[in-house]
């Protein structure tokens, strides 16, 4: 047990070192290239990345997560997976790069065909990654898979910069993009060269199969529900309003996205080594989902009630249109950090199958909620509400089948850990409430009282409480 912890403090501390200054130069990047490229122009690549992600997601058919959890793989099994790989990459970023008319003919923007098939690129590439990432991960090597993806974001940032600077519009994006994933390759490929001679083994695809399949049909169904939005939005809103609505989500999930590409990437190599004692990965998620939840109310409560001075403050008043569902979304952000954490122990515990039918109970409530906004409602704000609503209903559903159905402990009990920070989250939410109606100076001023405030509330409750703050001092030495 006090290895485990020892790995998940020292994988947490090199991944969150790493992530967070990536996040502070992406929203730099992101500021900056806000204020040069338009809501419109954000909203034509958004809706090609739709694309791009659902190309990501089948091409790598679970095989990631697959090396990471078998222990039985050899360095032949290895190489035929990564020359699958390669198979993959090279028909799918062709049928991409096939696809273009089709994209540009539903969304009905012509310059949507060089776009589709430039970021082909990216899709091929970005699937090359896979087997080379996963042997990273699978060998602890968390502080050199974060400093490759920092590089990554800071040459790749500059260039989008640069491009933007000198007039490229959205092509600044997407060279961006492609720049990104080809030295993401290059780097580490040369972290873990692996012999080409394009035959890989049936027996080795075999060795991963069970798990892979089940990890890619969840992927597959996790796609369609967290993108149908920004498909249909673009479709039927129109452009602008898909650059503010992809704004206000990706600056929304930065705190749950982060959060969870700090932890999963550790959980999973960590105790996938405790696989067969499910009490001690119990045990060691629930002090890791403790900590989550404090974090996961703290920021709720800032982005809800700092929403305006967050999206005017970095994005400028070109981005008005995105506060309003920035404020609905971000309610939901606590529950994201949460429950996207639940993914990596579905894997520990060699129960893709029980991830794919939550899944799947999943899609079906976010895909009726994305549809309620845009047919029902026709508004960003309609689709912000049902998203809420799907997310709480699937935070339920999904931990049911991972506490109940995966560790076979009781439900109730699991989720009386929770009490202490919704009782944070709404002292915070109060004492915001409070000191907004009281006083407003000005943007900057306001925002920076809101984060003191959050931070006074914070400590104050986890020094109260004698749980908190033994979990605090036993993170802290061991």
């Given amino acids: ?175 961006r993009s492609i720049f990104i994933s080809i030295i993401t390759f290059l780097i580490l490929y040369f972290l873990n ?44 809103l129109g452009q602008s309003a898909l650059g503010f609505y992809e704004k206000s989500y990706t600056l929304m999930l930065l705190p749950a996205a982060n959060l969870t590409h700090v932890i999963t990437p550790v959980l999973h190599p960590v105790l996938s080594e405790a696989q067969n004692d499910y009490d001690k990965v119990y045990r060691t998620y629930i002090d890791v989902l403790k900590i989550l939840s404090i974090i996961g109310v703290s920021v709720s409560s800032l982005f809800f009630f700092s929403s305006k001075e967050i999206i005017l403050i970095l994005y400028g008043e070109d981005w008005y249109g995105s506060i309003d569902v920035f404020r609905i979304l971000s309610v939901s952000i606590w529950i994201q950090i949460i429950l996207s954490s639940s993914g990596a122990i579905f894997q520990v515990l060699n129960r893709t199958d029980l991830l794919f039918k939550s899944g799947l109970i999943s899609a079906v409530f976010m895909i009726s909620a994305i549809c309620y906004g845009i047919f029902y409602e026709s508004t960003l704000i309609g689709v912000g509400k049902g998203l809420i609503i799907a997310f709480l209903i699937n935070f339920f559903q999904g931990f049911y089948f991972l506490i109940k159905l995966g560790f076979r402990k009781s439900f109730f009990d699991f989720l009386k850990i929770f009490r202490f920070p919704i009782l944070m989250g709404f002292t915070m939410s109060i004492s915001l409430y409070v000191v907004s109606s009281l006083m407003s100076i000005n943007m900057y001023v306001d925002l920076l009282i809101n984060i003191i405030l959050i931070f006074i509330v914070f400590f104050a409750m986890i020094f109260s409480s004698k749980e908190y703050k033994l979990l605090v001092k036993k993170i802290i030495n061991k």
């Fill in 193 to 236: 060269p692996i012999k080409i001679d394009f035959t890989f083994k049936i027996i080795s695809i075999k060795k991963v199969f069970r798990f892979s399949i089940f990890q890619f049909g969840f992927n597959l169904v996790n796609y369609f529900s967290r993108n149908l939005d920004n498909i249909f939005i673009g479709k039927y």
């Fill in 1 to 175: 047990m006090d290895n485990i912890k020892k790995s998940l403090k020292s994988g947490f501390a090199y991944v969150a070192l790493t992530k967070y200054t990536g996040i502070f130069i992406t929203i730099i990047i992101g500021a900056t290239m806000s204020r040069l490229v338009g809501p419109e122009e954000f909203g034509i690549i958004a809706s090609t990345f739709v694309f791009i992600t659902f190309f990501n997601t089948i091409e790598g058919f679970g095989i990631g997560p697959s090396i990471i959890q078998n222990r039985d793989l050899n360095k032949e099994d290895i190489k035929s997976l990564f020359i699958f790989s390669i198979y993959i990459a090279v028909i799918f970023s062709l049928i991409f790069y096939n696809s273009a008319n089709y994209i540009s003919a539903y969304f009905e923007r012509s310059e949507l065909i060089l776009v589709a098939k430039l970021l082909s690129i990216t899709v091929f590439f970005s699937s090359l990654c896979i087997v080379p990432n996963a042997l990273l991960l699978k060998s602890k090597s968390f502080k050199t898979l974060g400093i490759l993806t920092l590089v990554a974001q800071v040459l790749g940032g500059a260039i989008g910069i640069i491009l933007a600077f000198n007039g490229y519009s959205y092509f600044s994006i997407i060279y």
